[in-house]
T-cell receptor, first 115, second 115 residues
């Protein structure tokens, strides 16, 4: 399995500001994923990040709000832009291992609170 | 689109009791199925997975799950729970034919085991 770290582990932010979350993997991976887990809810995929191409966003998520970078095979960032209290959530990155990337390993998550 | 439902949001058991957590998915094609577990303060980690073959799969820590195609179910079981099994359990499904790696999660079941 891959070892995945995220920074920051938690943050409290003011409305209207932006926060960039970093995800670092200890091995090279093709696909990385960003999820959101809102309080009492399940994990929802935000976008898939392939190295060398634009991120693919799920319905309901847009690049202007959640820009993603994937500069190399071990690193990705997710920015939550122009935050509102509704963005308070846990944000997780994951990496896919198997040939079709279904089997995923998750980072520890970033707990974001927006005031 | 796929969806995954977990029947119980919170299950409370005494040690040595038997456990069964329900999971149903909605998708007409072939699927890969997963159970993930999140212990308090820890990462989300893979408990077990079903890709193909024997529909009864065994995972870590004595857990097992049975894939019943006719019922679109993948219930998690353990014959005798321990206090250390207290955690949140997530069922997830993915389209086996897809290379996009998109996982669909249920809302999770919080299991509390009393010693």
């Amino acid at each position: 399995s891959a070892v995945i770290s995220q920074k920051p582990s938690r943050d409290i932010c003011q409305r209207g500001t932006s926060l960039t979350i970093q995800c670092q993997v200890d091995s090279q991976v093709t696909m990385m994923f960003w999820y959101r887990q809102q309080p009492g809810q399940s994990l929802t995929l935000i976008a898939t990040a392939n190295q060398g191409s634009e991120a693919t966003y799920e319905s309901g998520f847009v690049i202007d709000k959640f820009p993603i970078s994937r500069p190399n095979l071990t690193f990705s960032t997710l920015t939550v832009s122009n935050m509102s209290p509704e963005d308070s959530s846990i944000y997780l990155c994951s990496v896919g291992r198997s040939a079709n990337y279904n089997e995923q390993f998750f980072g520890p998550g970033t707990r974001l609170t927006v005031l | 689109a796929q969806s995954v439902s977990q029947h119980n949001h919170h299950v409370i058991l005494s040690e040595a009791a038997s456990l069964e957590l329900g999971c149903n998915y909605s998708y007409g094609g072939t699927v890969n199925l997963f159970w993930y577990v999140q212990y308090p303060g820890q990462h989300l980690q893979l408990l077990l997975k079903y890709f193909s073959g024997d529909p009864l799969v065994k995972g870590i820590k004595g857990f097992e799950a049975e894939f019943i195609k006719s019922k679109f179910s993948f219930n998690l079981r353990k014959p005798s729970v321990q206090w250390s099994d207290t955690a949140e359990y997530f069922c997830a499904a993915a389209d086996r034919g897809s290379t996009l790696g998109r996982l669909y999660f249920g809302r999770g079941t919080q299991l509390t085991v009393w010693p």
